[in-house]
């Protein structure tokens, strides 16, 4: 496989379910990103891994988890979520460090629904 | 802190026209500019990449442009088809990364 790969395409989920979003780069890059995109808002930044180093946005609550096994998995825990986290999930990885930057690769994303 | 702006938010034309989207942003100090697409229901695509040292970029019948001293970028599709059909975004990369919220583009057969 190559890119970006995120699994499942597809999640529907109560908001007492505990689930998990996996993302996957063959890419060789140092950095991933989680982006949640919701109909009709610019896309928001949840998460960073850089350099092996996180950066978190504030913002996001805590039911939401992001786990960095290594430099090619991100992980995506999801738990007692609320209907209005439905919204498109989204991966991206990119390399960083250098002079100018190599562009973000995304995966498809996850269609999250909670119900 | 950098802001990205997106005109139009929606367009259509007709099969074959010639047509431009804009991007602009409000910080000069970036490293590169990229743009992408966008299906609906699908992640993001890239186009284009332009670096801060770049002034254009071409892939078949796409083309970017970026005046940074402006704070501007455009891509333009030439010969346009209902294939091209989807949500554009630009993205500009500074010590983070910042997206536009798009130019939905509808090309009519």
């Known amino acids: 496989e190559t890119g970006v790969t995120q699994t499942p395409r597809h999640l529907v989920m109560g908001m007492t379910n505990k689930k998990s979003l996996k993302c996957e780069q063959h890419?060789?890059?140092?950095?991933m990103y989680w982006y949640k995109q919701s109909a009709k808002k610019p896309l928001e930044l949840m998460f960073v891994?850089?350099?092996?180093?996180?950066?978190e946005n504030n913002s996001v609550p805590s039911r939401f988890s992001p786990e960095c096994p290594n430099s090619s998995h991100l992980f995506l825990h999801l738990h007692t979520l609320q209907p209005e986290d439905s919204a498109l999930y989204l991966c991206?990885?990119?390399?960083?460090?250098?002079?100018?930057?190599?562009?973000?690769?995304f995966g498809s994303g996850t269609r999250l629904t909670v119900v | 802190k950098q802001e990205v702006t997106q005109i139009p938010a929606a367009l259509s034309v007709p099969e074959g026209e010639n047509l431009v989207l804009n991007c602009s942003f409000t910080?000069?100090?970036?490293?590169?500019l990229q743009w992408f697409r966008q299906d609906p229901g699908k992640g993001l695509t890239s186009l284009l990449l332009?670096?801060?040292?770049?002034r254009e970029q071409t892939s078949g019948r796409l083309n970017a442009s970026l005046d940074k001293s402006s704070g501007r970028s455009t891509l333009y599709i030439a010969a346009s088809q209902p294939g091209d059909s989807a949500t554009y975004l630009c993205?500009?990369?500074?010590?983070?990364?910042?997206f536009g919220a798009g130019t939905r583009l509808t090309v009519k057969p």
């Open positions: 891994y850089s350099l092996e180093e996180r950066v």
């Open positions: 993205a500009v990369k500074g010590n983070d990364m910042r």
């Open positions: 991206a990885s990119s390399q960083e460090g250098g002079l100018e930057g190599y562009g973000y690769t």
């Open positions: 910080d000069s100090a970036i490293y590169n």
């Open positions: 890419l060789g890059h140092n950095a």
């Open positions: 332009i670096q801060s040292s770049q």
